[in-house]
């Protein structure tokens, strides 16, 4: 017998993992300040271009000493400019656990064809990031969006490597704490826990970043998007708001609202703690019911911002057609878009739940998931 559908929906029913949910207060008319139909070059611009960065240093901590820049392509762009930049220099590793940090992998040795080790694990598993050696350079994802695995913590990264840590962390900046002293490249974009829009990434630099850059010459050509330095000194305007190409307006007001609203709830210790809440809730949800679970292995490892799900029920037949058919049907009754797995990922759910989302919503959507998980058992048995 079926659950009764459920009477609340949630009031956002925006789940995706990216582009994910704006901030809660977000309407259209607060990007009436936005510097349109103005060069990105004129002071208006350049200021908040700079108040982008400078913004972003204040609420993730960075220290005064890293470099922070606004560059083309989102986190994609962000990575590649740094993979393209400075690998090459000294042997490299290449991490990964899920499909982004795979596509790394594929850059590098395919298409770079650098020496490199590869260490992978299965979906809901993870590398032993003790067991790499950081005197090589380290290419790796700190939150795997598409399996909801996350790196702890970075204790085992030492203070004294002599590689270059360079770190995918677009689905964990402003939810998890990120060790700065720990790595010196860190990209992310704007389209995922701040809910602002993809297009521009962020990079972050550590002074033996731009030390590598200031050193070493790939022997590759690079094209102009990806090119951070000029006569063998990093372009520091780049680093001031001085964009490399010309960035959206819009996409940047919209950023700094975002970081405004981020203020607005406490910085950094408020998107983390709200985050935290929220994928609680999803996690105890997953204790309560014995027919789905966290995809993520081992505890501690368990994203707070892309949580994925696998149903376990012996009764399901055919479990990539039956994950679909839940997220298809709460698609349909808009209690929840575009939370089917990734692509590339295990069957099951994917649900967002960085600091843009509100725990109510995530109890709402908890109560839809079993009214749809039944429903889809049913329709199964009908269908035998
Ligand atoms: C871990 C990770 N890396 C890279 C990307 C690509 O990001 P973008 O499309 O913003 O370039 C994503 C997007 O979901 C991601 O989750």
Redesign the pocket.
């Known amino acids: 017998m079926a659950t009764n559908t459920p009477v609340t929906r949630p009031k956002n029913a925006r789940f995706s993992?990216?582009p994910c949910a704006k901030i809660p207060t977000f309407t259209l008319d607060k990007l009436s300040d936005a510097a349109l139909g103005r060069s990105h070059r004129a002071a208006v611009g350049k200021d908040k271009l700079k108040d982008a960065i400078e913004g972003t240093r204040e609420i993730l901590g960075i220290p005064a000493d890293y470099k922070i820049g606004i560059v083309p392509?989102?986190?994609?762009?962000a990575?590649e400019m740094a993979m393209w930049s400075m690998l090459g220099a000294r042997k490299a590793t290449m991490v990964a656990w899920e499909s982004?940090g795979a596509g790394w992998v594929t850059d590098v040795v395919k298409q770079l064809k650098i020496d490199a080790s590869v260490l992978e694990a299965p979906y809901g598993e993870i590398v032993d990031m003790a067991a790499i050696d950081y005197n090589t350079d380290v290419v790796f994802?700190w939150?795997?969006?598409?399996s909801g695995v996350r790196v702890a913590n970075g204790d085992v990264i030492p203070a004294d490597r002599e590689g270059l840590t360079i770190c995918?962390a677009?689905?964990a900046a402003f939810a998890q704490d990120l060790p700065w002293d720990k790595l010196d490249v860190t990209t992310f974009?704007w389209?995922k826990v701040m809910g602002g829009e993809?297009a521009h990434?962020m990079i972050v630099l550590s002074p033996r970043a731009v030390e590598r850059l200031e050193t070493y010459t790939p022997a590759w050509p690079l094209p102009k998007i990806f090119r951070m330095t000029k006569g063998g000194k990093l372009i520091d305007g780049i680093f001031k708001g001085e964009t490399i190409n010309t960035p959206s307006m819009l996409a940047v007001e919209d950023y700094l609202v975002a970081l405004d609203w981020a203020r607005s709830v406490g910085g950094l210790k408020g998107l983390m703690k709200r985050a935290d809440t929220n994928a609680k809730v999803i996690w105890d949800f997953c204790d309560e019911h014995d027919w789905i679970e966290n995809l993520a292995v081992d505890p501690a490892t368990r994203s707070n911002t892309s949580v994925c799900l696998k149903f376990t029920d012996d009764r399901i037949k055919d479990g990539a057609a039956f994950a679909k058919a839940v997220a298809k049907k709460l698609d349909a009754e808009n209690a929840a878009y575009d939370i089917g797995a990734y692509r590339d990922a295990p069957a099951g759910l994917r649900i967002w739940c960085g600091a843009t989302i509100e725990d109510s919503d995530l109890q709402a959507l908890t109560l839809w998931i079993k009214w749809a998980f039944e429903a889809c058992l049913e329709a199964q048995s009908e269908a035998a």
Not at 73 to 77: E, L, P, W
Not at 143 to 146: A, D, I, S
């Open positions: 993992s990216g392509a989102s986190d994609t762009g990575v982004f994802t939150n795997g969006t598409t995918d677009t689905s974009s389209q993809a990434g």
